[in-house]
Nanobody, 118 residues
Framework: QLQLVESGGGLVQAGGSLRLSCQASGRNFGFYGIGWFRQAPGKERGFVAA????????EYADSVKGRFTISRDNARKMVYLEMSSVKPEDTAVYYC???????????WGQGTQVTVSS
């Protein structure tokens, strides 16, 4: 089983940048895809980005394409979400999770808050 811990959230001005980190512990991290999700107040949690086990494939929500970049370092059991040109609508709690296949995710972290001021 894997445990995930997010970090790197905070307050950033619109147009700025932020890097979120997802630290994994446990076995077989390199076997799994990892996804980032976010949940804004009063809204359902939604998909942001995902990366395959060997980083050969990435996916992005249309709302973040061209602005966010997902990457991973399997040796360090880390996954990153580089956020640039952020907008107030990017304000949310950001979560990482293990991808079990298709749209199935689990082992959710506790989340990290990102607030974008206008």
């Amino acid at each position: 089983q894997l445990q995930l811990v997010e970090s790197g959230g905070g307050l950033v001005q619109a147009g700025g940048s932020l890097r979120l980190s997802c630290q994994a512990s446990g076995r077989n991290f390199g076997f799994y895809g990892i996804g980032w999700f976010r949940q804004a107040p009063g809204k359902e949690r939604g998909f942001v980005a995902a990366i395959s086990p060997r980083s050969d494939s990435t996916e992005y929500a249309d709302s973040v394409k061209g602005r966010f970049t997902i990457s991973r370092d399997n040796a360090r059991k880390m996954v990153y979400l580089e956020m640039s040109s952020v907008k107030p609508e990017d304000t949310a709690v950001y979560y990482c999770a293990v991808r079990f296949g298709g749209a199935q995710y689990g082992y959710w972290g506790q989340g990290t808050q990102v607030t974008v001021s206008s």
